[in-house]
């Protein structure tokens, strides 16, 4: 007999899953314990469970995997293998579908008439203090992105409007947010993304108390101190609009102790065989609650936690060191909704994309 956990680090699907697919009685358990409710199972179920992960991986519904199970271990293998072929079909017919869905959209795209202005033309100069600039670059450069893919995410956008620079950087499964106050423009909002080289060459720079100018002049930003100057071109990609990423519904607030959290992750339980691939990694997870009385939780396997929240740990630990307070404001909706990290003082945040833990 295996425990629930032994099942999940063997190669099947999470605890979570393993509990979800029992409610679903898909693959039920050989044995529950009466006292304990712990689930056991019986050694041909570790093929099952194989089975039933790749099916899973592979989108087929839970109503035909249950008939997939059923036929398996059988002498006539047709019904699988109609079912198999059955899926693949839809599979096919979901991508043709989507190429032309697709089709249509870059059609719409091509054809997009371009506004008379632009965020993303206008030219800048501006002070800023140097030390928030700095606070702002250090609290937002973990989120930037790496993909070649996707070069529009591979630096720091400045949204420059009235007296705030807002630096924003997001790879698709966080964005982080931080502000400085500005003096000496003016005009309309401006936006400009810098590359991540010329991002950290202007933050190497931000080492005195006092003041940098910040120019943007068509194609190319400038970065200057009394240290020194720091210029480069700007890409010519749209940064996506992280004003309408950040529109969360409320949930539920619960201040923490920067130190004490950090610990609890780094020490307390992570998902076993709960890891996800994002970019061609594996991460571990960790399961967060907030109970009653404001508190966190970092549950582990033994935790019915399917309705909690799911995160990256590497990604959550970023996002503290970045927040750079020894108390922050953490913010769980639902467990589809990004978790939010915030300072006190609103002066930054950081939103990491959840992982359904049933799948």
Do not use: K
């Not at 609650?289 to 033994?302: A, E, F, M, P, Y």
Request: charged letters at 25%; proline letters at 7%.
């Amino acid at each position: 007999m295996r425990s629930i956990g032994e099942m999940a680090r063997q190669g099947g699907p999470s605890v979570s899953a393993l509990r979800f697919y029992d409610r679903a009685g898909v693959l039920v358990p050989a044995w529950v314990d009466p006292v304990s409710g712990y689930r056991w199972y019986g050694p041909g179920q570790l093929a099952e469970a194989r089975l039933l992960a790749r099916l899973r991986r592979a989108g087929m519904p839970l109503a035909d995997i249950r008939l997939v199970l059923a036929g398996w271990s059988g002498t006539d293998t047709d019904l699988v293998r109609g079912l198999l072929e059955a899926h693949l079909r839809r599979l096919e017919r979901g991508l043709s579908d989507a190429r032309a869905e697709f089709s249509a959209l870059r059609a719409l795209l091509d054809h997009r008439e371009n506004p008379m202005t632009s965020p993303h033309t206008a030219t800048v100069d501006l002070t800023v203090p140097a030390p928030e600039l700095a606070a702002a670059l250090d609290a937002v450069r973990f989120a930037a992105g790496a993909d070649a893919e996707l070069p529009m995410l591979g630096g720091v956008l400045f949204d420059i409007e009235g007296d705030v620079l807002q630096a924003v950087a997001t790879d698709r499964y966080r964005l982080a947010v931080a502000r400085a106050r500005t003096t000496g423009y003016g005009g309309p909002r401006a936006q400009v993304v810098v590359p991540l080289p010329l991002a950290d060459a202007m933050r190497a720079l931000l080492t005195g108390p006092g003041s940098a100018r910040v120019a943007v002049d068509g194609d190319r930003v400038t970065l200057e101190t009394d240290g020194g100057q720091a210029a480069g071109p700007v890409p010519g990609h749209e940064f996506p609009d992280h004003r309408r990423l950040v529109r969360l519904p409320a949930g539920r607030r619960a201040p923490v102790d920067t130190a004490a959290f950090r610990q609890a992750l780094e020490t307390g339980p992570a998902r076993v065989g709960g890891t996800r691939e994002q970019d061609g990694e594996h991460h571990e997870l960790s399961v967060l609650r907030v109970t009653d009385d404001g508190s966190v939780l970092v549950c582990g396997d033994t935790d019915d936690a399917t309705d909690d929240a799911a995160v990256n740990r590497d990604f959550l630990l970023d996002a503290l060191a970045a927040g750079a307070r020894e108390r922050l404001v953490l913010e769980l909706g639902a467990p589809t909704a990004p978790l939010a990290l915030r300072r006190p003082d609103g002066t930054a945040f950081s939103l990491l994309m959840p992982v359904r833990l049933e799948n």
